[in-house]
């Protein structure tokens, strides 16, 4: 079983739709979360941090369940700019390692 | 501007050539990482450096060596002994190994003909 899970997509929404990812984590210990956006052929770059009494930053919004081991980001009114990969990271604070998940591919169409 | 930056962008080699990857950071920040990015795949940890003059190898290490003999520079060599070399490179850094901020690189994309 793969240490960060997330479903690989595509998942293809009209603009202006509401579209959410889920991403399970194996490791219990995990500490710290984060969602990375990573667009076609270029670097990924933090989206935002993942707190446990979840957090938001305008259109989206990231949770956490620690019983579950399952963090999810929730992207609402979708623009065709949210196109990209969306990257779940794990951080277990024991070794201050960083864990990628495989991403996620969002397409927004007109 | 501060920034990271990797080179070559685009790499071409034939086999059994060792190859080195430049990445060069003017942010100040103390922690550098390699990793590898494969097609569907999340990225992997090559080598990493907490602080200059050590590094650690990560997941993946195998086939590959670095250095880090200033704070800017890490460069990564993927030497013949790595047998699937063709992939993304991506180097990143943070202000220290505790941060979840990582600032990436642009990349450099290596295939071995």
């Known amino acids: 079983r793969k240490e960060v899970e997330q479903d690989p997509g595509p998942f293809n929404v009209p603009e202006g739709a509401t579209v959410a990812f889920n991403c399970t984590y194996s490791n219990s210990a995990s500490q710290s979360f984060f969602w990375y956006r990573q667009d076609c052929r270029k670097e990924p770059k933090l989206l935002m941090s993942v707190y446990s009494s979840g957090n938001e930053d305008g259109r989206f919004t990231a949770q956490l369940n620690r019983a579950s081991q399952y963090i999810s980001l929730l992207i609402r009114d979708s623009k065709l700019s949210d196109s990209a990969t969306y990257l779940c990271?794990?951080?277990?604070?024991?070794?201050?390692?960083?864990?990628f998940g495989g991403g996620t591919r969002l397409m927004v169409k007109p | 501007d501060g920034g990271i930056t990797q080179s070559p962008k685009y790499l071409f080699r034939k086999e059994g050539q060792n190859v080195t990857l430049s990445c060069e950071q003017n942010?100040?920040?103390?922690?550098m990482y390699w990793y590898r990015q494969d097609p569907g795949q999340g990225l992997r940890l090559i080598y990493y450096?907490?602080?200059?003059?050590?590094?650690q190898k990560g997941d993946i290490a195998e086939g590959y060596s670095v250095s880090r003999e200033k704070k800017e520079s890490f460069p990564l060599t993927v030497t013949s002994a790595q047998k699937n070399p063709t992939a993304f490179y991506l180097c990143?850094?943070?202000?220290?190994?505790?941060?979840?901020?990582?600032?990436f690189g642009e990349g450099s994309r290596l295939t071995v003909l």
């Open positions: 942010l100040n920040h103390d922690a």
């Open positions: 990271v794990v951080k277990d604070n024991a070794g201050n390692m960083l864990t």
């Open positions: 450096s907490q602080i200059v003059n050590d590094f």
């Open positions: 990143a850094s943070s202000i220290a190994s505790t941060s979840g901020e990582l600032f």
